[in-house]
């Protein structure tokens, strides 16, 4: 069975409904501050946090009411009932600290930015702290990366949630019978053109503009490869929300030491950089023969129910078993009711 006839047999009416809901109310949330801006005021800060924050969670609102109008249970179908194995938790936490770190270090060996000794980001924020603070570099730098490395992601995963429901617990499966390289790549690039408004207001590429939408698009796909991988892994929608936690913690942290940055090259993990230091993470994963995976029959079997047999393999992007099953058959007994 072809690829084009995979995508012909794909069930697209929940996955249409799914997108209007993921994408019209979060652009009109990404776009309140210009609406705000509108009516005359200047400091659109509040707009933002509060407007892209609700966004976050339109993928999962999204994927809750399209998998409560097919009858299905929310908890398992969008993976909130388990946890899967333990151990990939250390990775969604500790993979992407290590990318924002390889994506500072890549920028300062192919000179796209120095090191900063100084650390006069950090002491651009300490001029801003009350005089009656007293509190010392240093202990403001160790402050400032505790807090990134530990509370941060596990606050972030709140929002963060929001989106892996929708992204990986919903979309990700629907698009599995394609195989698992198509679904993990056409769910980044959908991941990443929805932010779209946001990127456009300057968000991640200041000043790129429609430029600045294909590069998100890249580094969405790079890192929903990642997410898709941990999904696969643990059956559970809260190891990608863990991972995308951290990296809204992290993603800028190689900022603090470099200076003379040349943004987007280097600098952020959303930086060329950075997208080197997630292909490397990719690279790694292959070579260890994480790719394709078989452990996603655990996930098949527990969200598209029995259909494909004990030792049937799920799809994957380099070969396709016969008989090939429909995606409406795949739907119809992809969770218990």
Partial sequence: MTLSERIKALNWNPIFLYLIIAFLPAWILFLLPVLV???GVEDTSLAALIGWSLAMWMPGLGAILVTRKEGKRINKTLGLNKLGKKRVYLWAWLVPILAAAGSGVITWLFGWGEFDSSFALIQKGME???ETANISLPLLLAIQIGASLTLAPLFNTLFALGE???WRGFLLP???PLGQAPAMIIS???WGFWHTPAILQGHNYPGYGVLGVGMMIVFTVLLGVFFSWL???TGSSWAPALAHGTVNAVAGLPLLFLTFVEYPKGGALTSVAGWMALALVIGILYGIKEF???????VSRETMGNELGPDRPLPNAIQ?????????QLDESRYDK
């Avoid at 394709?292 to 655990?298: A, D, H, I, Q, T």
């Avoid at 396709?320 to 409406?328: A, G, K, L, V, W």
């Fill in 188 to 190: 980044g690039v959908v």
């Fill in 37 to 39: 801006r509108l009516i």
């Fill in 128 to 130: 801003a702290l009350p």
């Fill in 320 to 328: 396709i078993p016969e008989p090939q099953i429909t995606s409406e």
């Fill in 174 to 176: 629907k698009l599995l």
């Fill in 164 to 166: 892996e429901l929708g």
């Fill in 231 to 233: 999904y696969f892994k």
């Fill in 292 to 298: 394709p995976l078989r452990e996603v029959e655990n």
